[in-house]
């Protein structure tokens, strides 16, 4: 028997008026996270320097495109995890609303920790500047954990069709990242290429277990 479009007792008309708002919110989310990887892009500039010497000042250039990759690569599996979620979410209400904002705060504020790792980095301040963009992603991290946990909790804002082992597997993967990106702020006091290193590790967890997971978008 071919699965209902829209839930039992649930008129077209409602579910395509539900449909319509998360899809307004994950636009405008889109537009956000689009904007602050675009903005990355900033921090790489064609150097300066007398002829014959390009190659070297490129090189020199280094932390910049470490910087620019870690965060390009972050930004990337944190929108991927993001449109995952909205695969499940149904609904929306005023303080999803805002939690949703609050994440996308912090989004915008990427391109600022990056360009500060670009130019200490390898300065007296690089354990500063590391610790201001291990300082964000926990913030992203907690963020992100207080959107997904308010609309999965008691499947609050979640689709009814959905298998609630895909809610778990969002949730367990999720656990990891507070305490994950937590470490690399603590580690950027101590010890600034693990920090750094850390936080790109954790880009690459969180893709692989994005792609594993993967739910499917419900008909």
């Given at each position: 028997?071919?699965?209902?479009?829209?839930?039992?007792?649930?008129?077209?008309?409602?579910?395509?008026?539900?449909?319509?708002?998360?899809?307004?919110?994950?636009a405008?989310?889109?537009?956000?996270?689009?904007?602050?990887?675009?903005?990355?892009?900033?921090?790489?500039?064609?150097?300066?320097?007398?002829?014959?010497?390009?190659?070297?000042?490129?090189?020199?250039?280094?932390?910049?495109?470490?910087?620019?990759?870690?965060?390009?690569?972050?930004?990337?599996?944190?929108?991927?995890?993001?449109?995952?979620?909205?695969?499940?979410?149904?609904?929306?209400?005023?303080?999803?609303?805002?939690?949703?904002?609050?994440?996308?705060?912090?989004?915008t504020?990427?391109?600022?920790?990056?360009a500060?790792?670009?130019?200490?980095?390898?300065?007296?301040?690089?354990?500063?500047?590391?610790?201001?963009?291990?300082?964000?992603?926990?913030?992203?991290?907690?963020?992100?954990?207080?959107?997904?946990?308010?609309?999965?909790?008691?499947?609050?804002?979640?689709?009814?069709?959905?298998?609630?082992?895909?809610?778990?597997?969002?949730?367990?993967?999720?656990?990891?990242?507070?305490?994950?990106?937590?470490?690399?702020?603590?580690?950027?006091?101590?010890w600034?290429?693990?920090?750094?290193?850390?936080?790109?590790?954790?880009?690459?967890?969180?893709?692989?277990?994005?792609?594993?997971?993967?739910?499917?978008?419900?008909?």
């Amino acid at each position: 028997m071919a699965t209902p479009r829209w839930p039992a007792g649930e008129s077209e008309q409602t579910a395509l008026a539900q449909e319509k708002e998360t899809g307004r919110v994950e636009a405008f989310s889109d537009g956000v996270f689009a904007i602050a990887i675009t903005l990355l892009i900033l921090e790489l500039k064609v150097p300066k320097g007398p002829p014959g010497t390009l190659l070297a000042n490129l090189v020199a250039q280094w932390p910049t495109y470490l910087s620019y990759l870690t965060s390009f690569v972050t930004i990337l599996v944190m929108w991927v995890n993001h449109h995952q979620m909205f695969n499940l979410i149904r609904r929306t209400n005023v303080a999803f609303l805002f939690l949703n904002g609050l994440l996308l705060l912090f989004i915008t504020v990427v391109p600022f920790p990056t360009a500060l790792v670009s130019d200490h980095l390898l300065g007296p301040d690089s354990k500063t500047a590391a610790a201001v963009f291990g300082g964000t992603y926990f913030g992203i991290a907690i963020a992100f954990n207080a959107v997904w946990r308010y609309a999965s909790g008691g499947l609050r804002l979640i689709d009814p069709r959905v298998d609630v082992r895909s809610v778990e597997a969002i949730t367990r993967a999720y656990r990891v990242g507070p305490a994950a990106y937590f470490t690399t702020f603590i580690l950027a006091f101590v010890w600034v290429p693990a920090s750094l290193g850390l936080n790109l590790a954790l880009a690459v967890f969180f893709a692989v277990t994005a792609s594993i997971r993967n739910p499917t978008p419900l008909p």
